[in-house]
């Protein structure tokens, strides 16, 4: 398909026809930019001090020197976890009551929340209605309602400081899921 037709004239070619006078394809137009360069005349990004930055091109590792925020090792990041009120972030223990250290927290977790069961109002009218007409209204009565109440106390002390927070739990399973996030707030202590 790359060679020439052995049998062609010479006179037809593919693609555009060049006029003369054209520059020769693949050269820009006079007053284009070359190509990768930037089609726009902003002035470069500045830093907060004022010092100008440009950022490494595209699949080069950026330069070292260069001002690139750090995930972890003591700044302000994303969240590692989030109990309540209290929020672990980098090397940091946020809680209202003040910032704790991470290193050597001490994580407790109590469980004061009880799960009733009970039998709905509307299977007891359904019990009754149905038992006058046959034995079969009784398994109305089988029908069970689970509500769960209260809340999982999870306390931290850290450098001197202590801060309790109240979860609600909606369910059975928010003291394991709470349990889980504690185990992993106790592994990042440990570090």
């Known amino acids: 398909m790359s060679e020439p037709n052995p049998y062609g004239d010479g006179e037809y070619r593919w693609g555009p026809a060049q006029q003369p006078g054209a520059p020769a394809p693949g050269t820009p137009a006079p007053g284009t930019p070359a190509a990768g360069a930037p089609q726009y005349n902003f002035p470069p990004p500045t830093l907060a001090d004022g010092q100008s930055f ?38 940091s223990i946020i809680t209202p009551s003040g910032t704790l250290p991470l290193r050597g927290a001490v994580w407790n977790a109590t469980d004061m929340s009880r799960t009733e ?31 769960t109440t209260g809340f999982i106390q999870v306390t931290v002390t850290s450098g001197g400081k202590h801060h309790a927070a109240m979860i609600p739990a909606n369910d059975a399973g928010t003291f394991q899921m709470v349990m889980s996030q504690i185990s992993y707030a106790r592994s990042l202590s440990a570090m």
């Not at 302000?76 to 989030?82: D, H, I, K, R, S």
């Not at 039998?119 to 046959?134: E, G, K, N, Q, V």
């Open 54 to 91: 440009t950022p490494p091109g595209y699949g080069y590792p950026p330069q070292t020197g260069a001002p690139h925020p750090v995930p972890m090792g003591g700044q302000a990041g994303a969240p590692l976890v989030t109990l309540g009120d209290i929020t672990v972030v980098g090397d």
């Open 117 to 147: 069961e009970k039998i709905p109002t509307h299977a007891i009218i359904l019990a009754i209605i149905f038992f006058i007409f046959c034995l079969l209204g009784l398994l109305f009565l089988l029908m069970k309602e689970k509500t």
